[in-house]
């Protein structure tokens, strides 16, 4: 009986998936923005994909906005040569179907896979790429804490499973690193790696040295910064669904998507090319709406099914910590992680800065003593930096503050203890590595 039900449900899928009647249109405008399609509009939904001339020469795109004459649609492959009088063929809304077998595969945005291997074998459900993210209400709760194996963020911003934490950086302070040691964990049954905007050269140093040791048990999914701001904004919620779907199979999945500002770029170009109105530095409203949409999808599932631990770099344009999207991410998320240039200047790498970071979940973490350590710690470190230009100038004389003498003496020390790269051991009792280290320079 068992195998009759897969059977039906995979004629179910073909029904699906194979239209009996085909719906088209006409392209009538190609713009390099946009392109304008006559005879669509009643039948189709924003987010349908469109697919326009036969196959073997066809594109792909998507509605972006609907009028009573056309539709404008975006193409996920801006080479694509579309001309006026060219066949536009509604698709539906766009699916995946996520298997198991896709871990240690490179895909793109649409799912396709871009490694070389072979084609991807095909789940037996198909899954939306803009699924809702559970209900409030049903979801469980995050209380389990988790080691990253980075020293810095498993003392000062400790981790739960299930949690979203941004990492905020500008351009060159060791991001993508530190994004390569949080993805060594071996606290996660899958990692999921949505790579948005990035270099092409740098897809392939990522893969082939931060993540080589990690690559079996890794999904990743790629849109490069020359593919078109529909790929662009298409990659994360593709790396999100394949997420979702481990989550629901009740795995503890890693989700890293680097970067969310080239999503919201992408989500910018295509907001404006649907003709929205700019807001905010450039940035449409829409695009404030599609944050919350993808980064509320991270996190634990219902009860009894796995979690999304969601890690989301910032890439911080200008260091401007405050500019829109940082800071509508920031509000959005359990935690962030701030990396400063000043101290990657120092050499001192992860280029955390600890006063500066935090964990809405760490009090799931700490224990009171530990919690009272870590606020002494930061106090101490608050006072060394407050005091900087103070000491360098000569005007502090040792003795005469007690507490700034205790902070001159250990600082440093615990500026030296956080130190580590991708080649260290990774950390396995962050408190108790860092007073032994303490002991040993005492």
């Excluded at 405008?29 to 196959?55: H, N, Q, R, W, Y």
């Excluded at 911080?316 to 959005?332: K, L, Y």
Aim: with cysteine; hydrophobic share 40%; net charge negative.
């Amino acid at each position: 009986m068992h195998t009759l039900d897969r059977l039906g449900q995979k004629l179910d899928n073909a029904r699906r998936d194979i239209k009996l009647v085909r719906i088209g249109g006409t392209v009538t405008e190609v713009t390099p923005a946009f392109i304008s399609v006559a005879g669509l509009s009643s039948f189709i939904k924003l987010g349908d994909c469109i697919k326009f001339g036969e196959d073997g020469s066809s594109a792909l795109g998507e509605v972006v906005r609907i009028d009573q004459q056309n539709a404008t649609i975006k193409i996920f492959d801006h080479a694509s040569s579309i001309g006026l009088g060219d066949k536009a063929w509604r698709m539906g809304p766009f699916q995946i179907c996520p298997d198991p077998s896709w871990k240690g595969r490179v895909i793109n945005a649409l799912g396709i896979p871009i490694d070389g291997g072979d084609a991807l074998r095909l789940g037996e459900e198909s899954q939306s790429i803009h699924a809702a993210p559970p209900p409030a209400m049903r979801r469980a709760r995050v209380t389990k804490p988790m080691r990253t194996g980075v020293r810095v963020i498993d003392l000062f911003t400790p981790l739960c499973a299930g949690q979203r934490i941004g990492i905020f950086a500008g351009s060159g302070v060791g991001k993508s690193t530190l994004l390569g040691m949080l993805a060594g964990s071996r606290e996660f049954d899958t990692v999921v790696i949505g790579l948005v905007g990035e270099r092409g050269r740098e897809v392939r140093e990522f893969l082939d040295e931060v993540l080589a040791d990690h690559l079996a048990n890794a999904v990743t999914i790629v849109a490069t910064g020359d593919e078109s701001s529909l790929m662009r904004r298409l990659a994360p919620n593709t790396a999100m669904t394949i997420a979702e779907f481990f989550r629901d199979r009740g795995e503890n999945v890693l989700l890293i998507v680097d970067s969310v500002t080239r999503f919201a770029h992408a989500a910018r170009d295509v907001a404006l090319a649907a003709g929205e109105m700019a807001v905010a530095r450039g940035y449409a409203p829409s695009v404030f709406t599609d944050l919350p949409k993808l980064l509320e999808r991270a996190g634990p599932g219902l009860d009894g099914s796995g979690s999304i631990t969601g890690i989301f770099s910032v890439l911080v344009d200008g260091d401007d910590h405050n500019e829109p999207i940082a800071d509508t991410i920031r509000g959005t998320l359990d935690g962030h992680i701030v990396l400063d240039r000043a101290i990657a200047d120092q050499g001192r790498f992860p280029a955390v800065n600890i006063l500066r970071s935090i964990s809405r979940l760490a009090q799931h973490v700490w224990t009171p003593e530990q919690q009272g350590l870590v606020l002494k710690i930061r106090g101490l470190i608050a006072r060394y930096e407050d005091t900087r230009d103070l000491r360098l100038m000569g005007g502090y004389q040792p003795g005469s503050d007690g507490e700034l003498d205790q902070a001159i003496a250990l600082v440093p020390k615990i500026y030296q203890a956080m130190e580590q790269t991708p080649k260290s051991p990774a950390s396995q009792d962050a408190f108790r590595e860092l007073a032994e280290i303490l002991q040993d320079k005492g």
